[in-house]
Each structure stands twice: as structure tokens, then as C-alpha cells.
């Protein structure tokens, strides 16, 4: 999992909607810390909070993972 690559998604996305840190933390019910160390890569998020994310950013899960997904990978 590129866990820097998700937060940098995260944080260009939330960016572009123009919600801050608090305005997510607040809602997603966690503090505003939190979101800046996944932001940064240096906490990971359980799947459930990326599944948040993607609903209140009004993306895909797919979009905000994209990156760790090797071009290796059979699929199986």
C-alpha cells in the first residue's frame, strides 16, 4: 500500500473542494492530527475511512488507491 500517495490524493482532493482539515476531521469524527498524518503518509487508515473519504470527496475508492496497485498484479 503507498500509504504517501493515498494522503497526497486525499489532500489534492479535499483541496480542490475546498474543505479544510477541520471541516473533514469534524465530520468524519476524528481530530484534525489525524488527517494530517494520513495526509502526509505517516498514519494509515483503516479501509472504512477511506470508504469516508471517498464519499465526502466524491470520488472512487479506485481513484484514491490507485497508486498501489502494481502493474504486476495478475488480479488472482
Known amino acids: 500500500m503507498d500509504y504517501i500517495a493515498l494522503g497526497r490524493r486525499i ?3 479535499r ?9 473533514i ?6 481530530s484534525e492530527k489525524h488527517l494530517g498524518n494520513i495526509e502526509r503518509g505517516h498514519a494509515r487508515p483503516s ?4 470508504v469516508c473519504f471517498a464519499n465526502m ?4 475508492t479506485d481513484y484514491l488507491l490507485q497508486d498501489s496497485l502494481s ?3 495478475s488480479g488472482t
Do not use: K, N
Not at 15 to 23: A, F, L, V
Not at 57 to 60: E, F, G, T
Open 71 to 73: 502493474a504486476d498484479d
Open 15 to 23: 483541496q480542490e473542494h475546498h474543505y479544510t482539515q477541520i471541516q
Open 25 to 30: 476531521a469534524e465530520e468524519l469524527h476524528f
Open 11 to 13: 489532500r489534492q482532493t
Open 47 to 50: 479501509l472504512e475511512l477511506v
Open 57 to 60: 470527496l466524491h470520488v472512487s
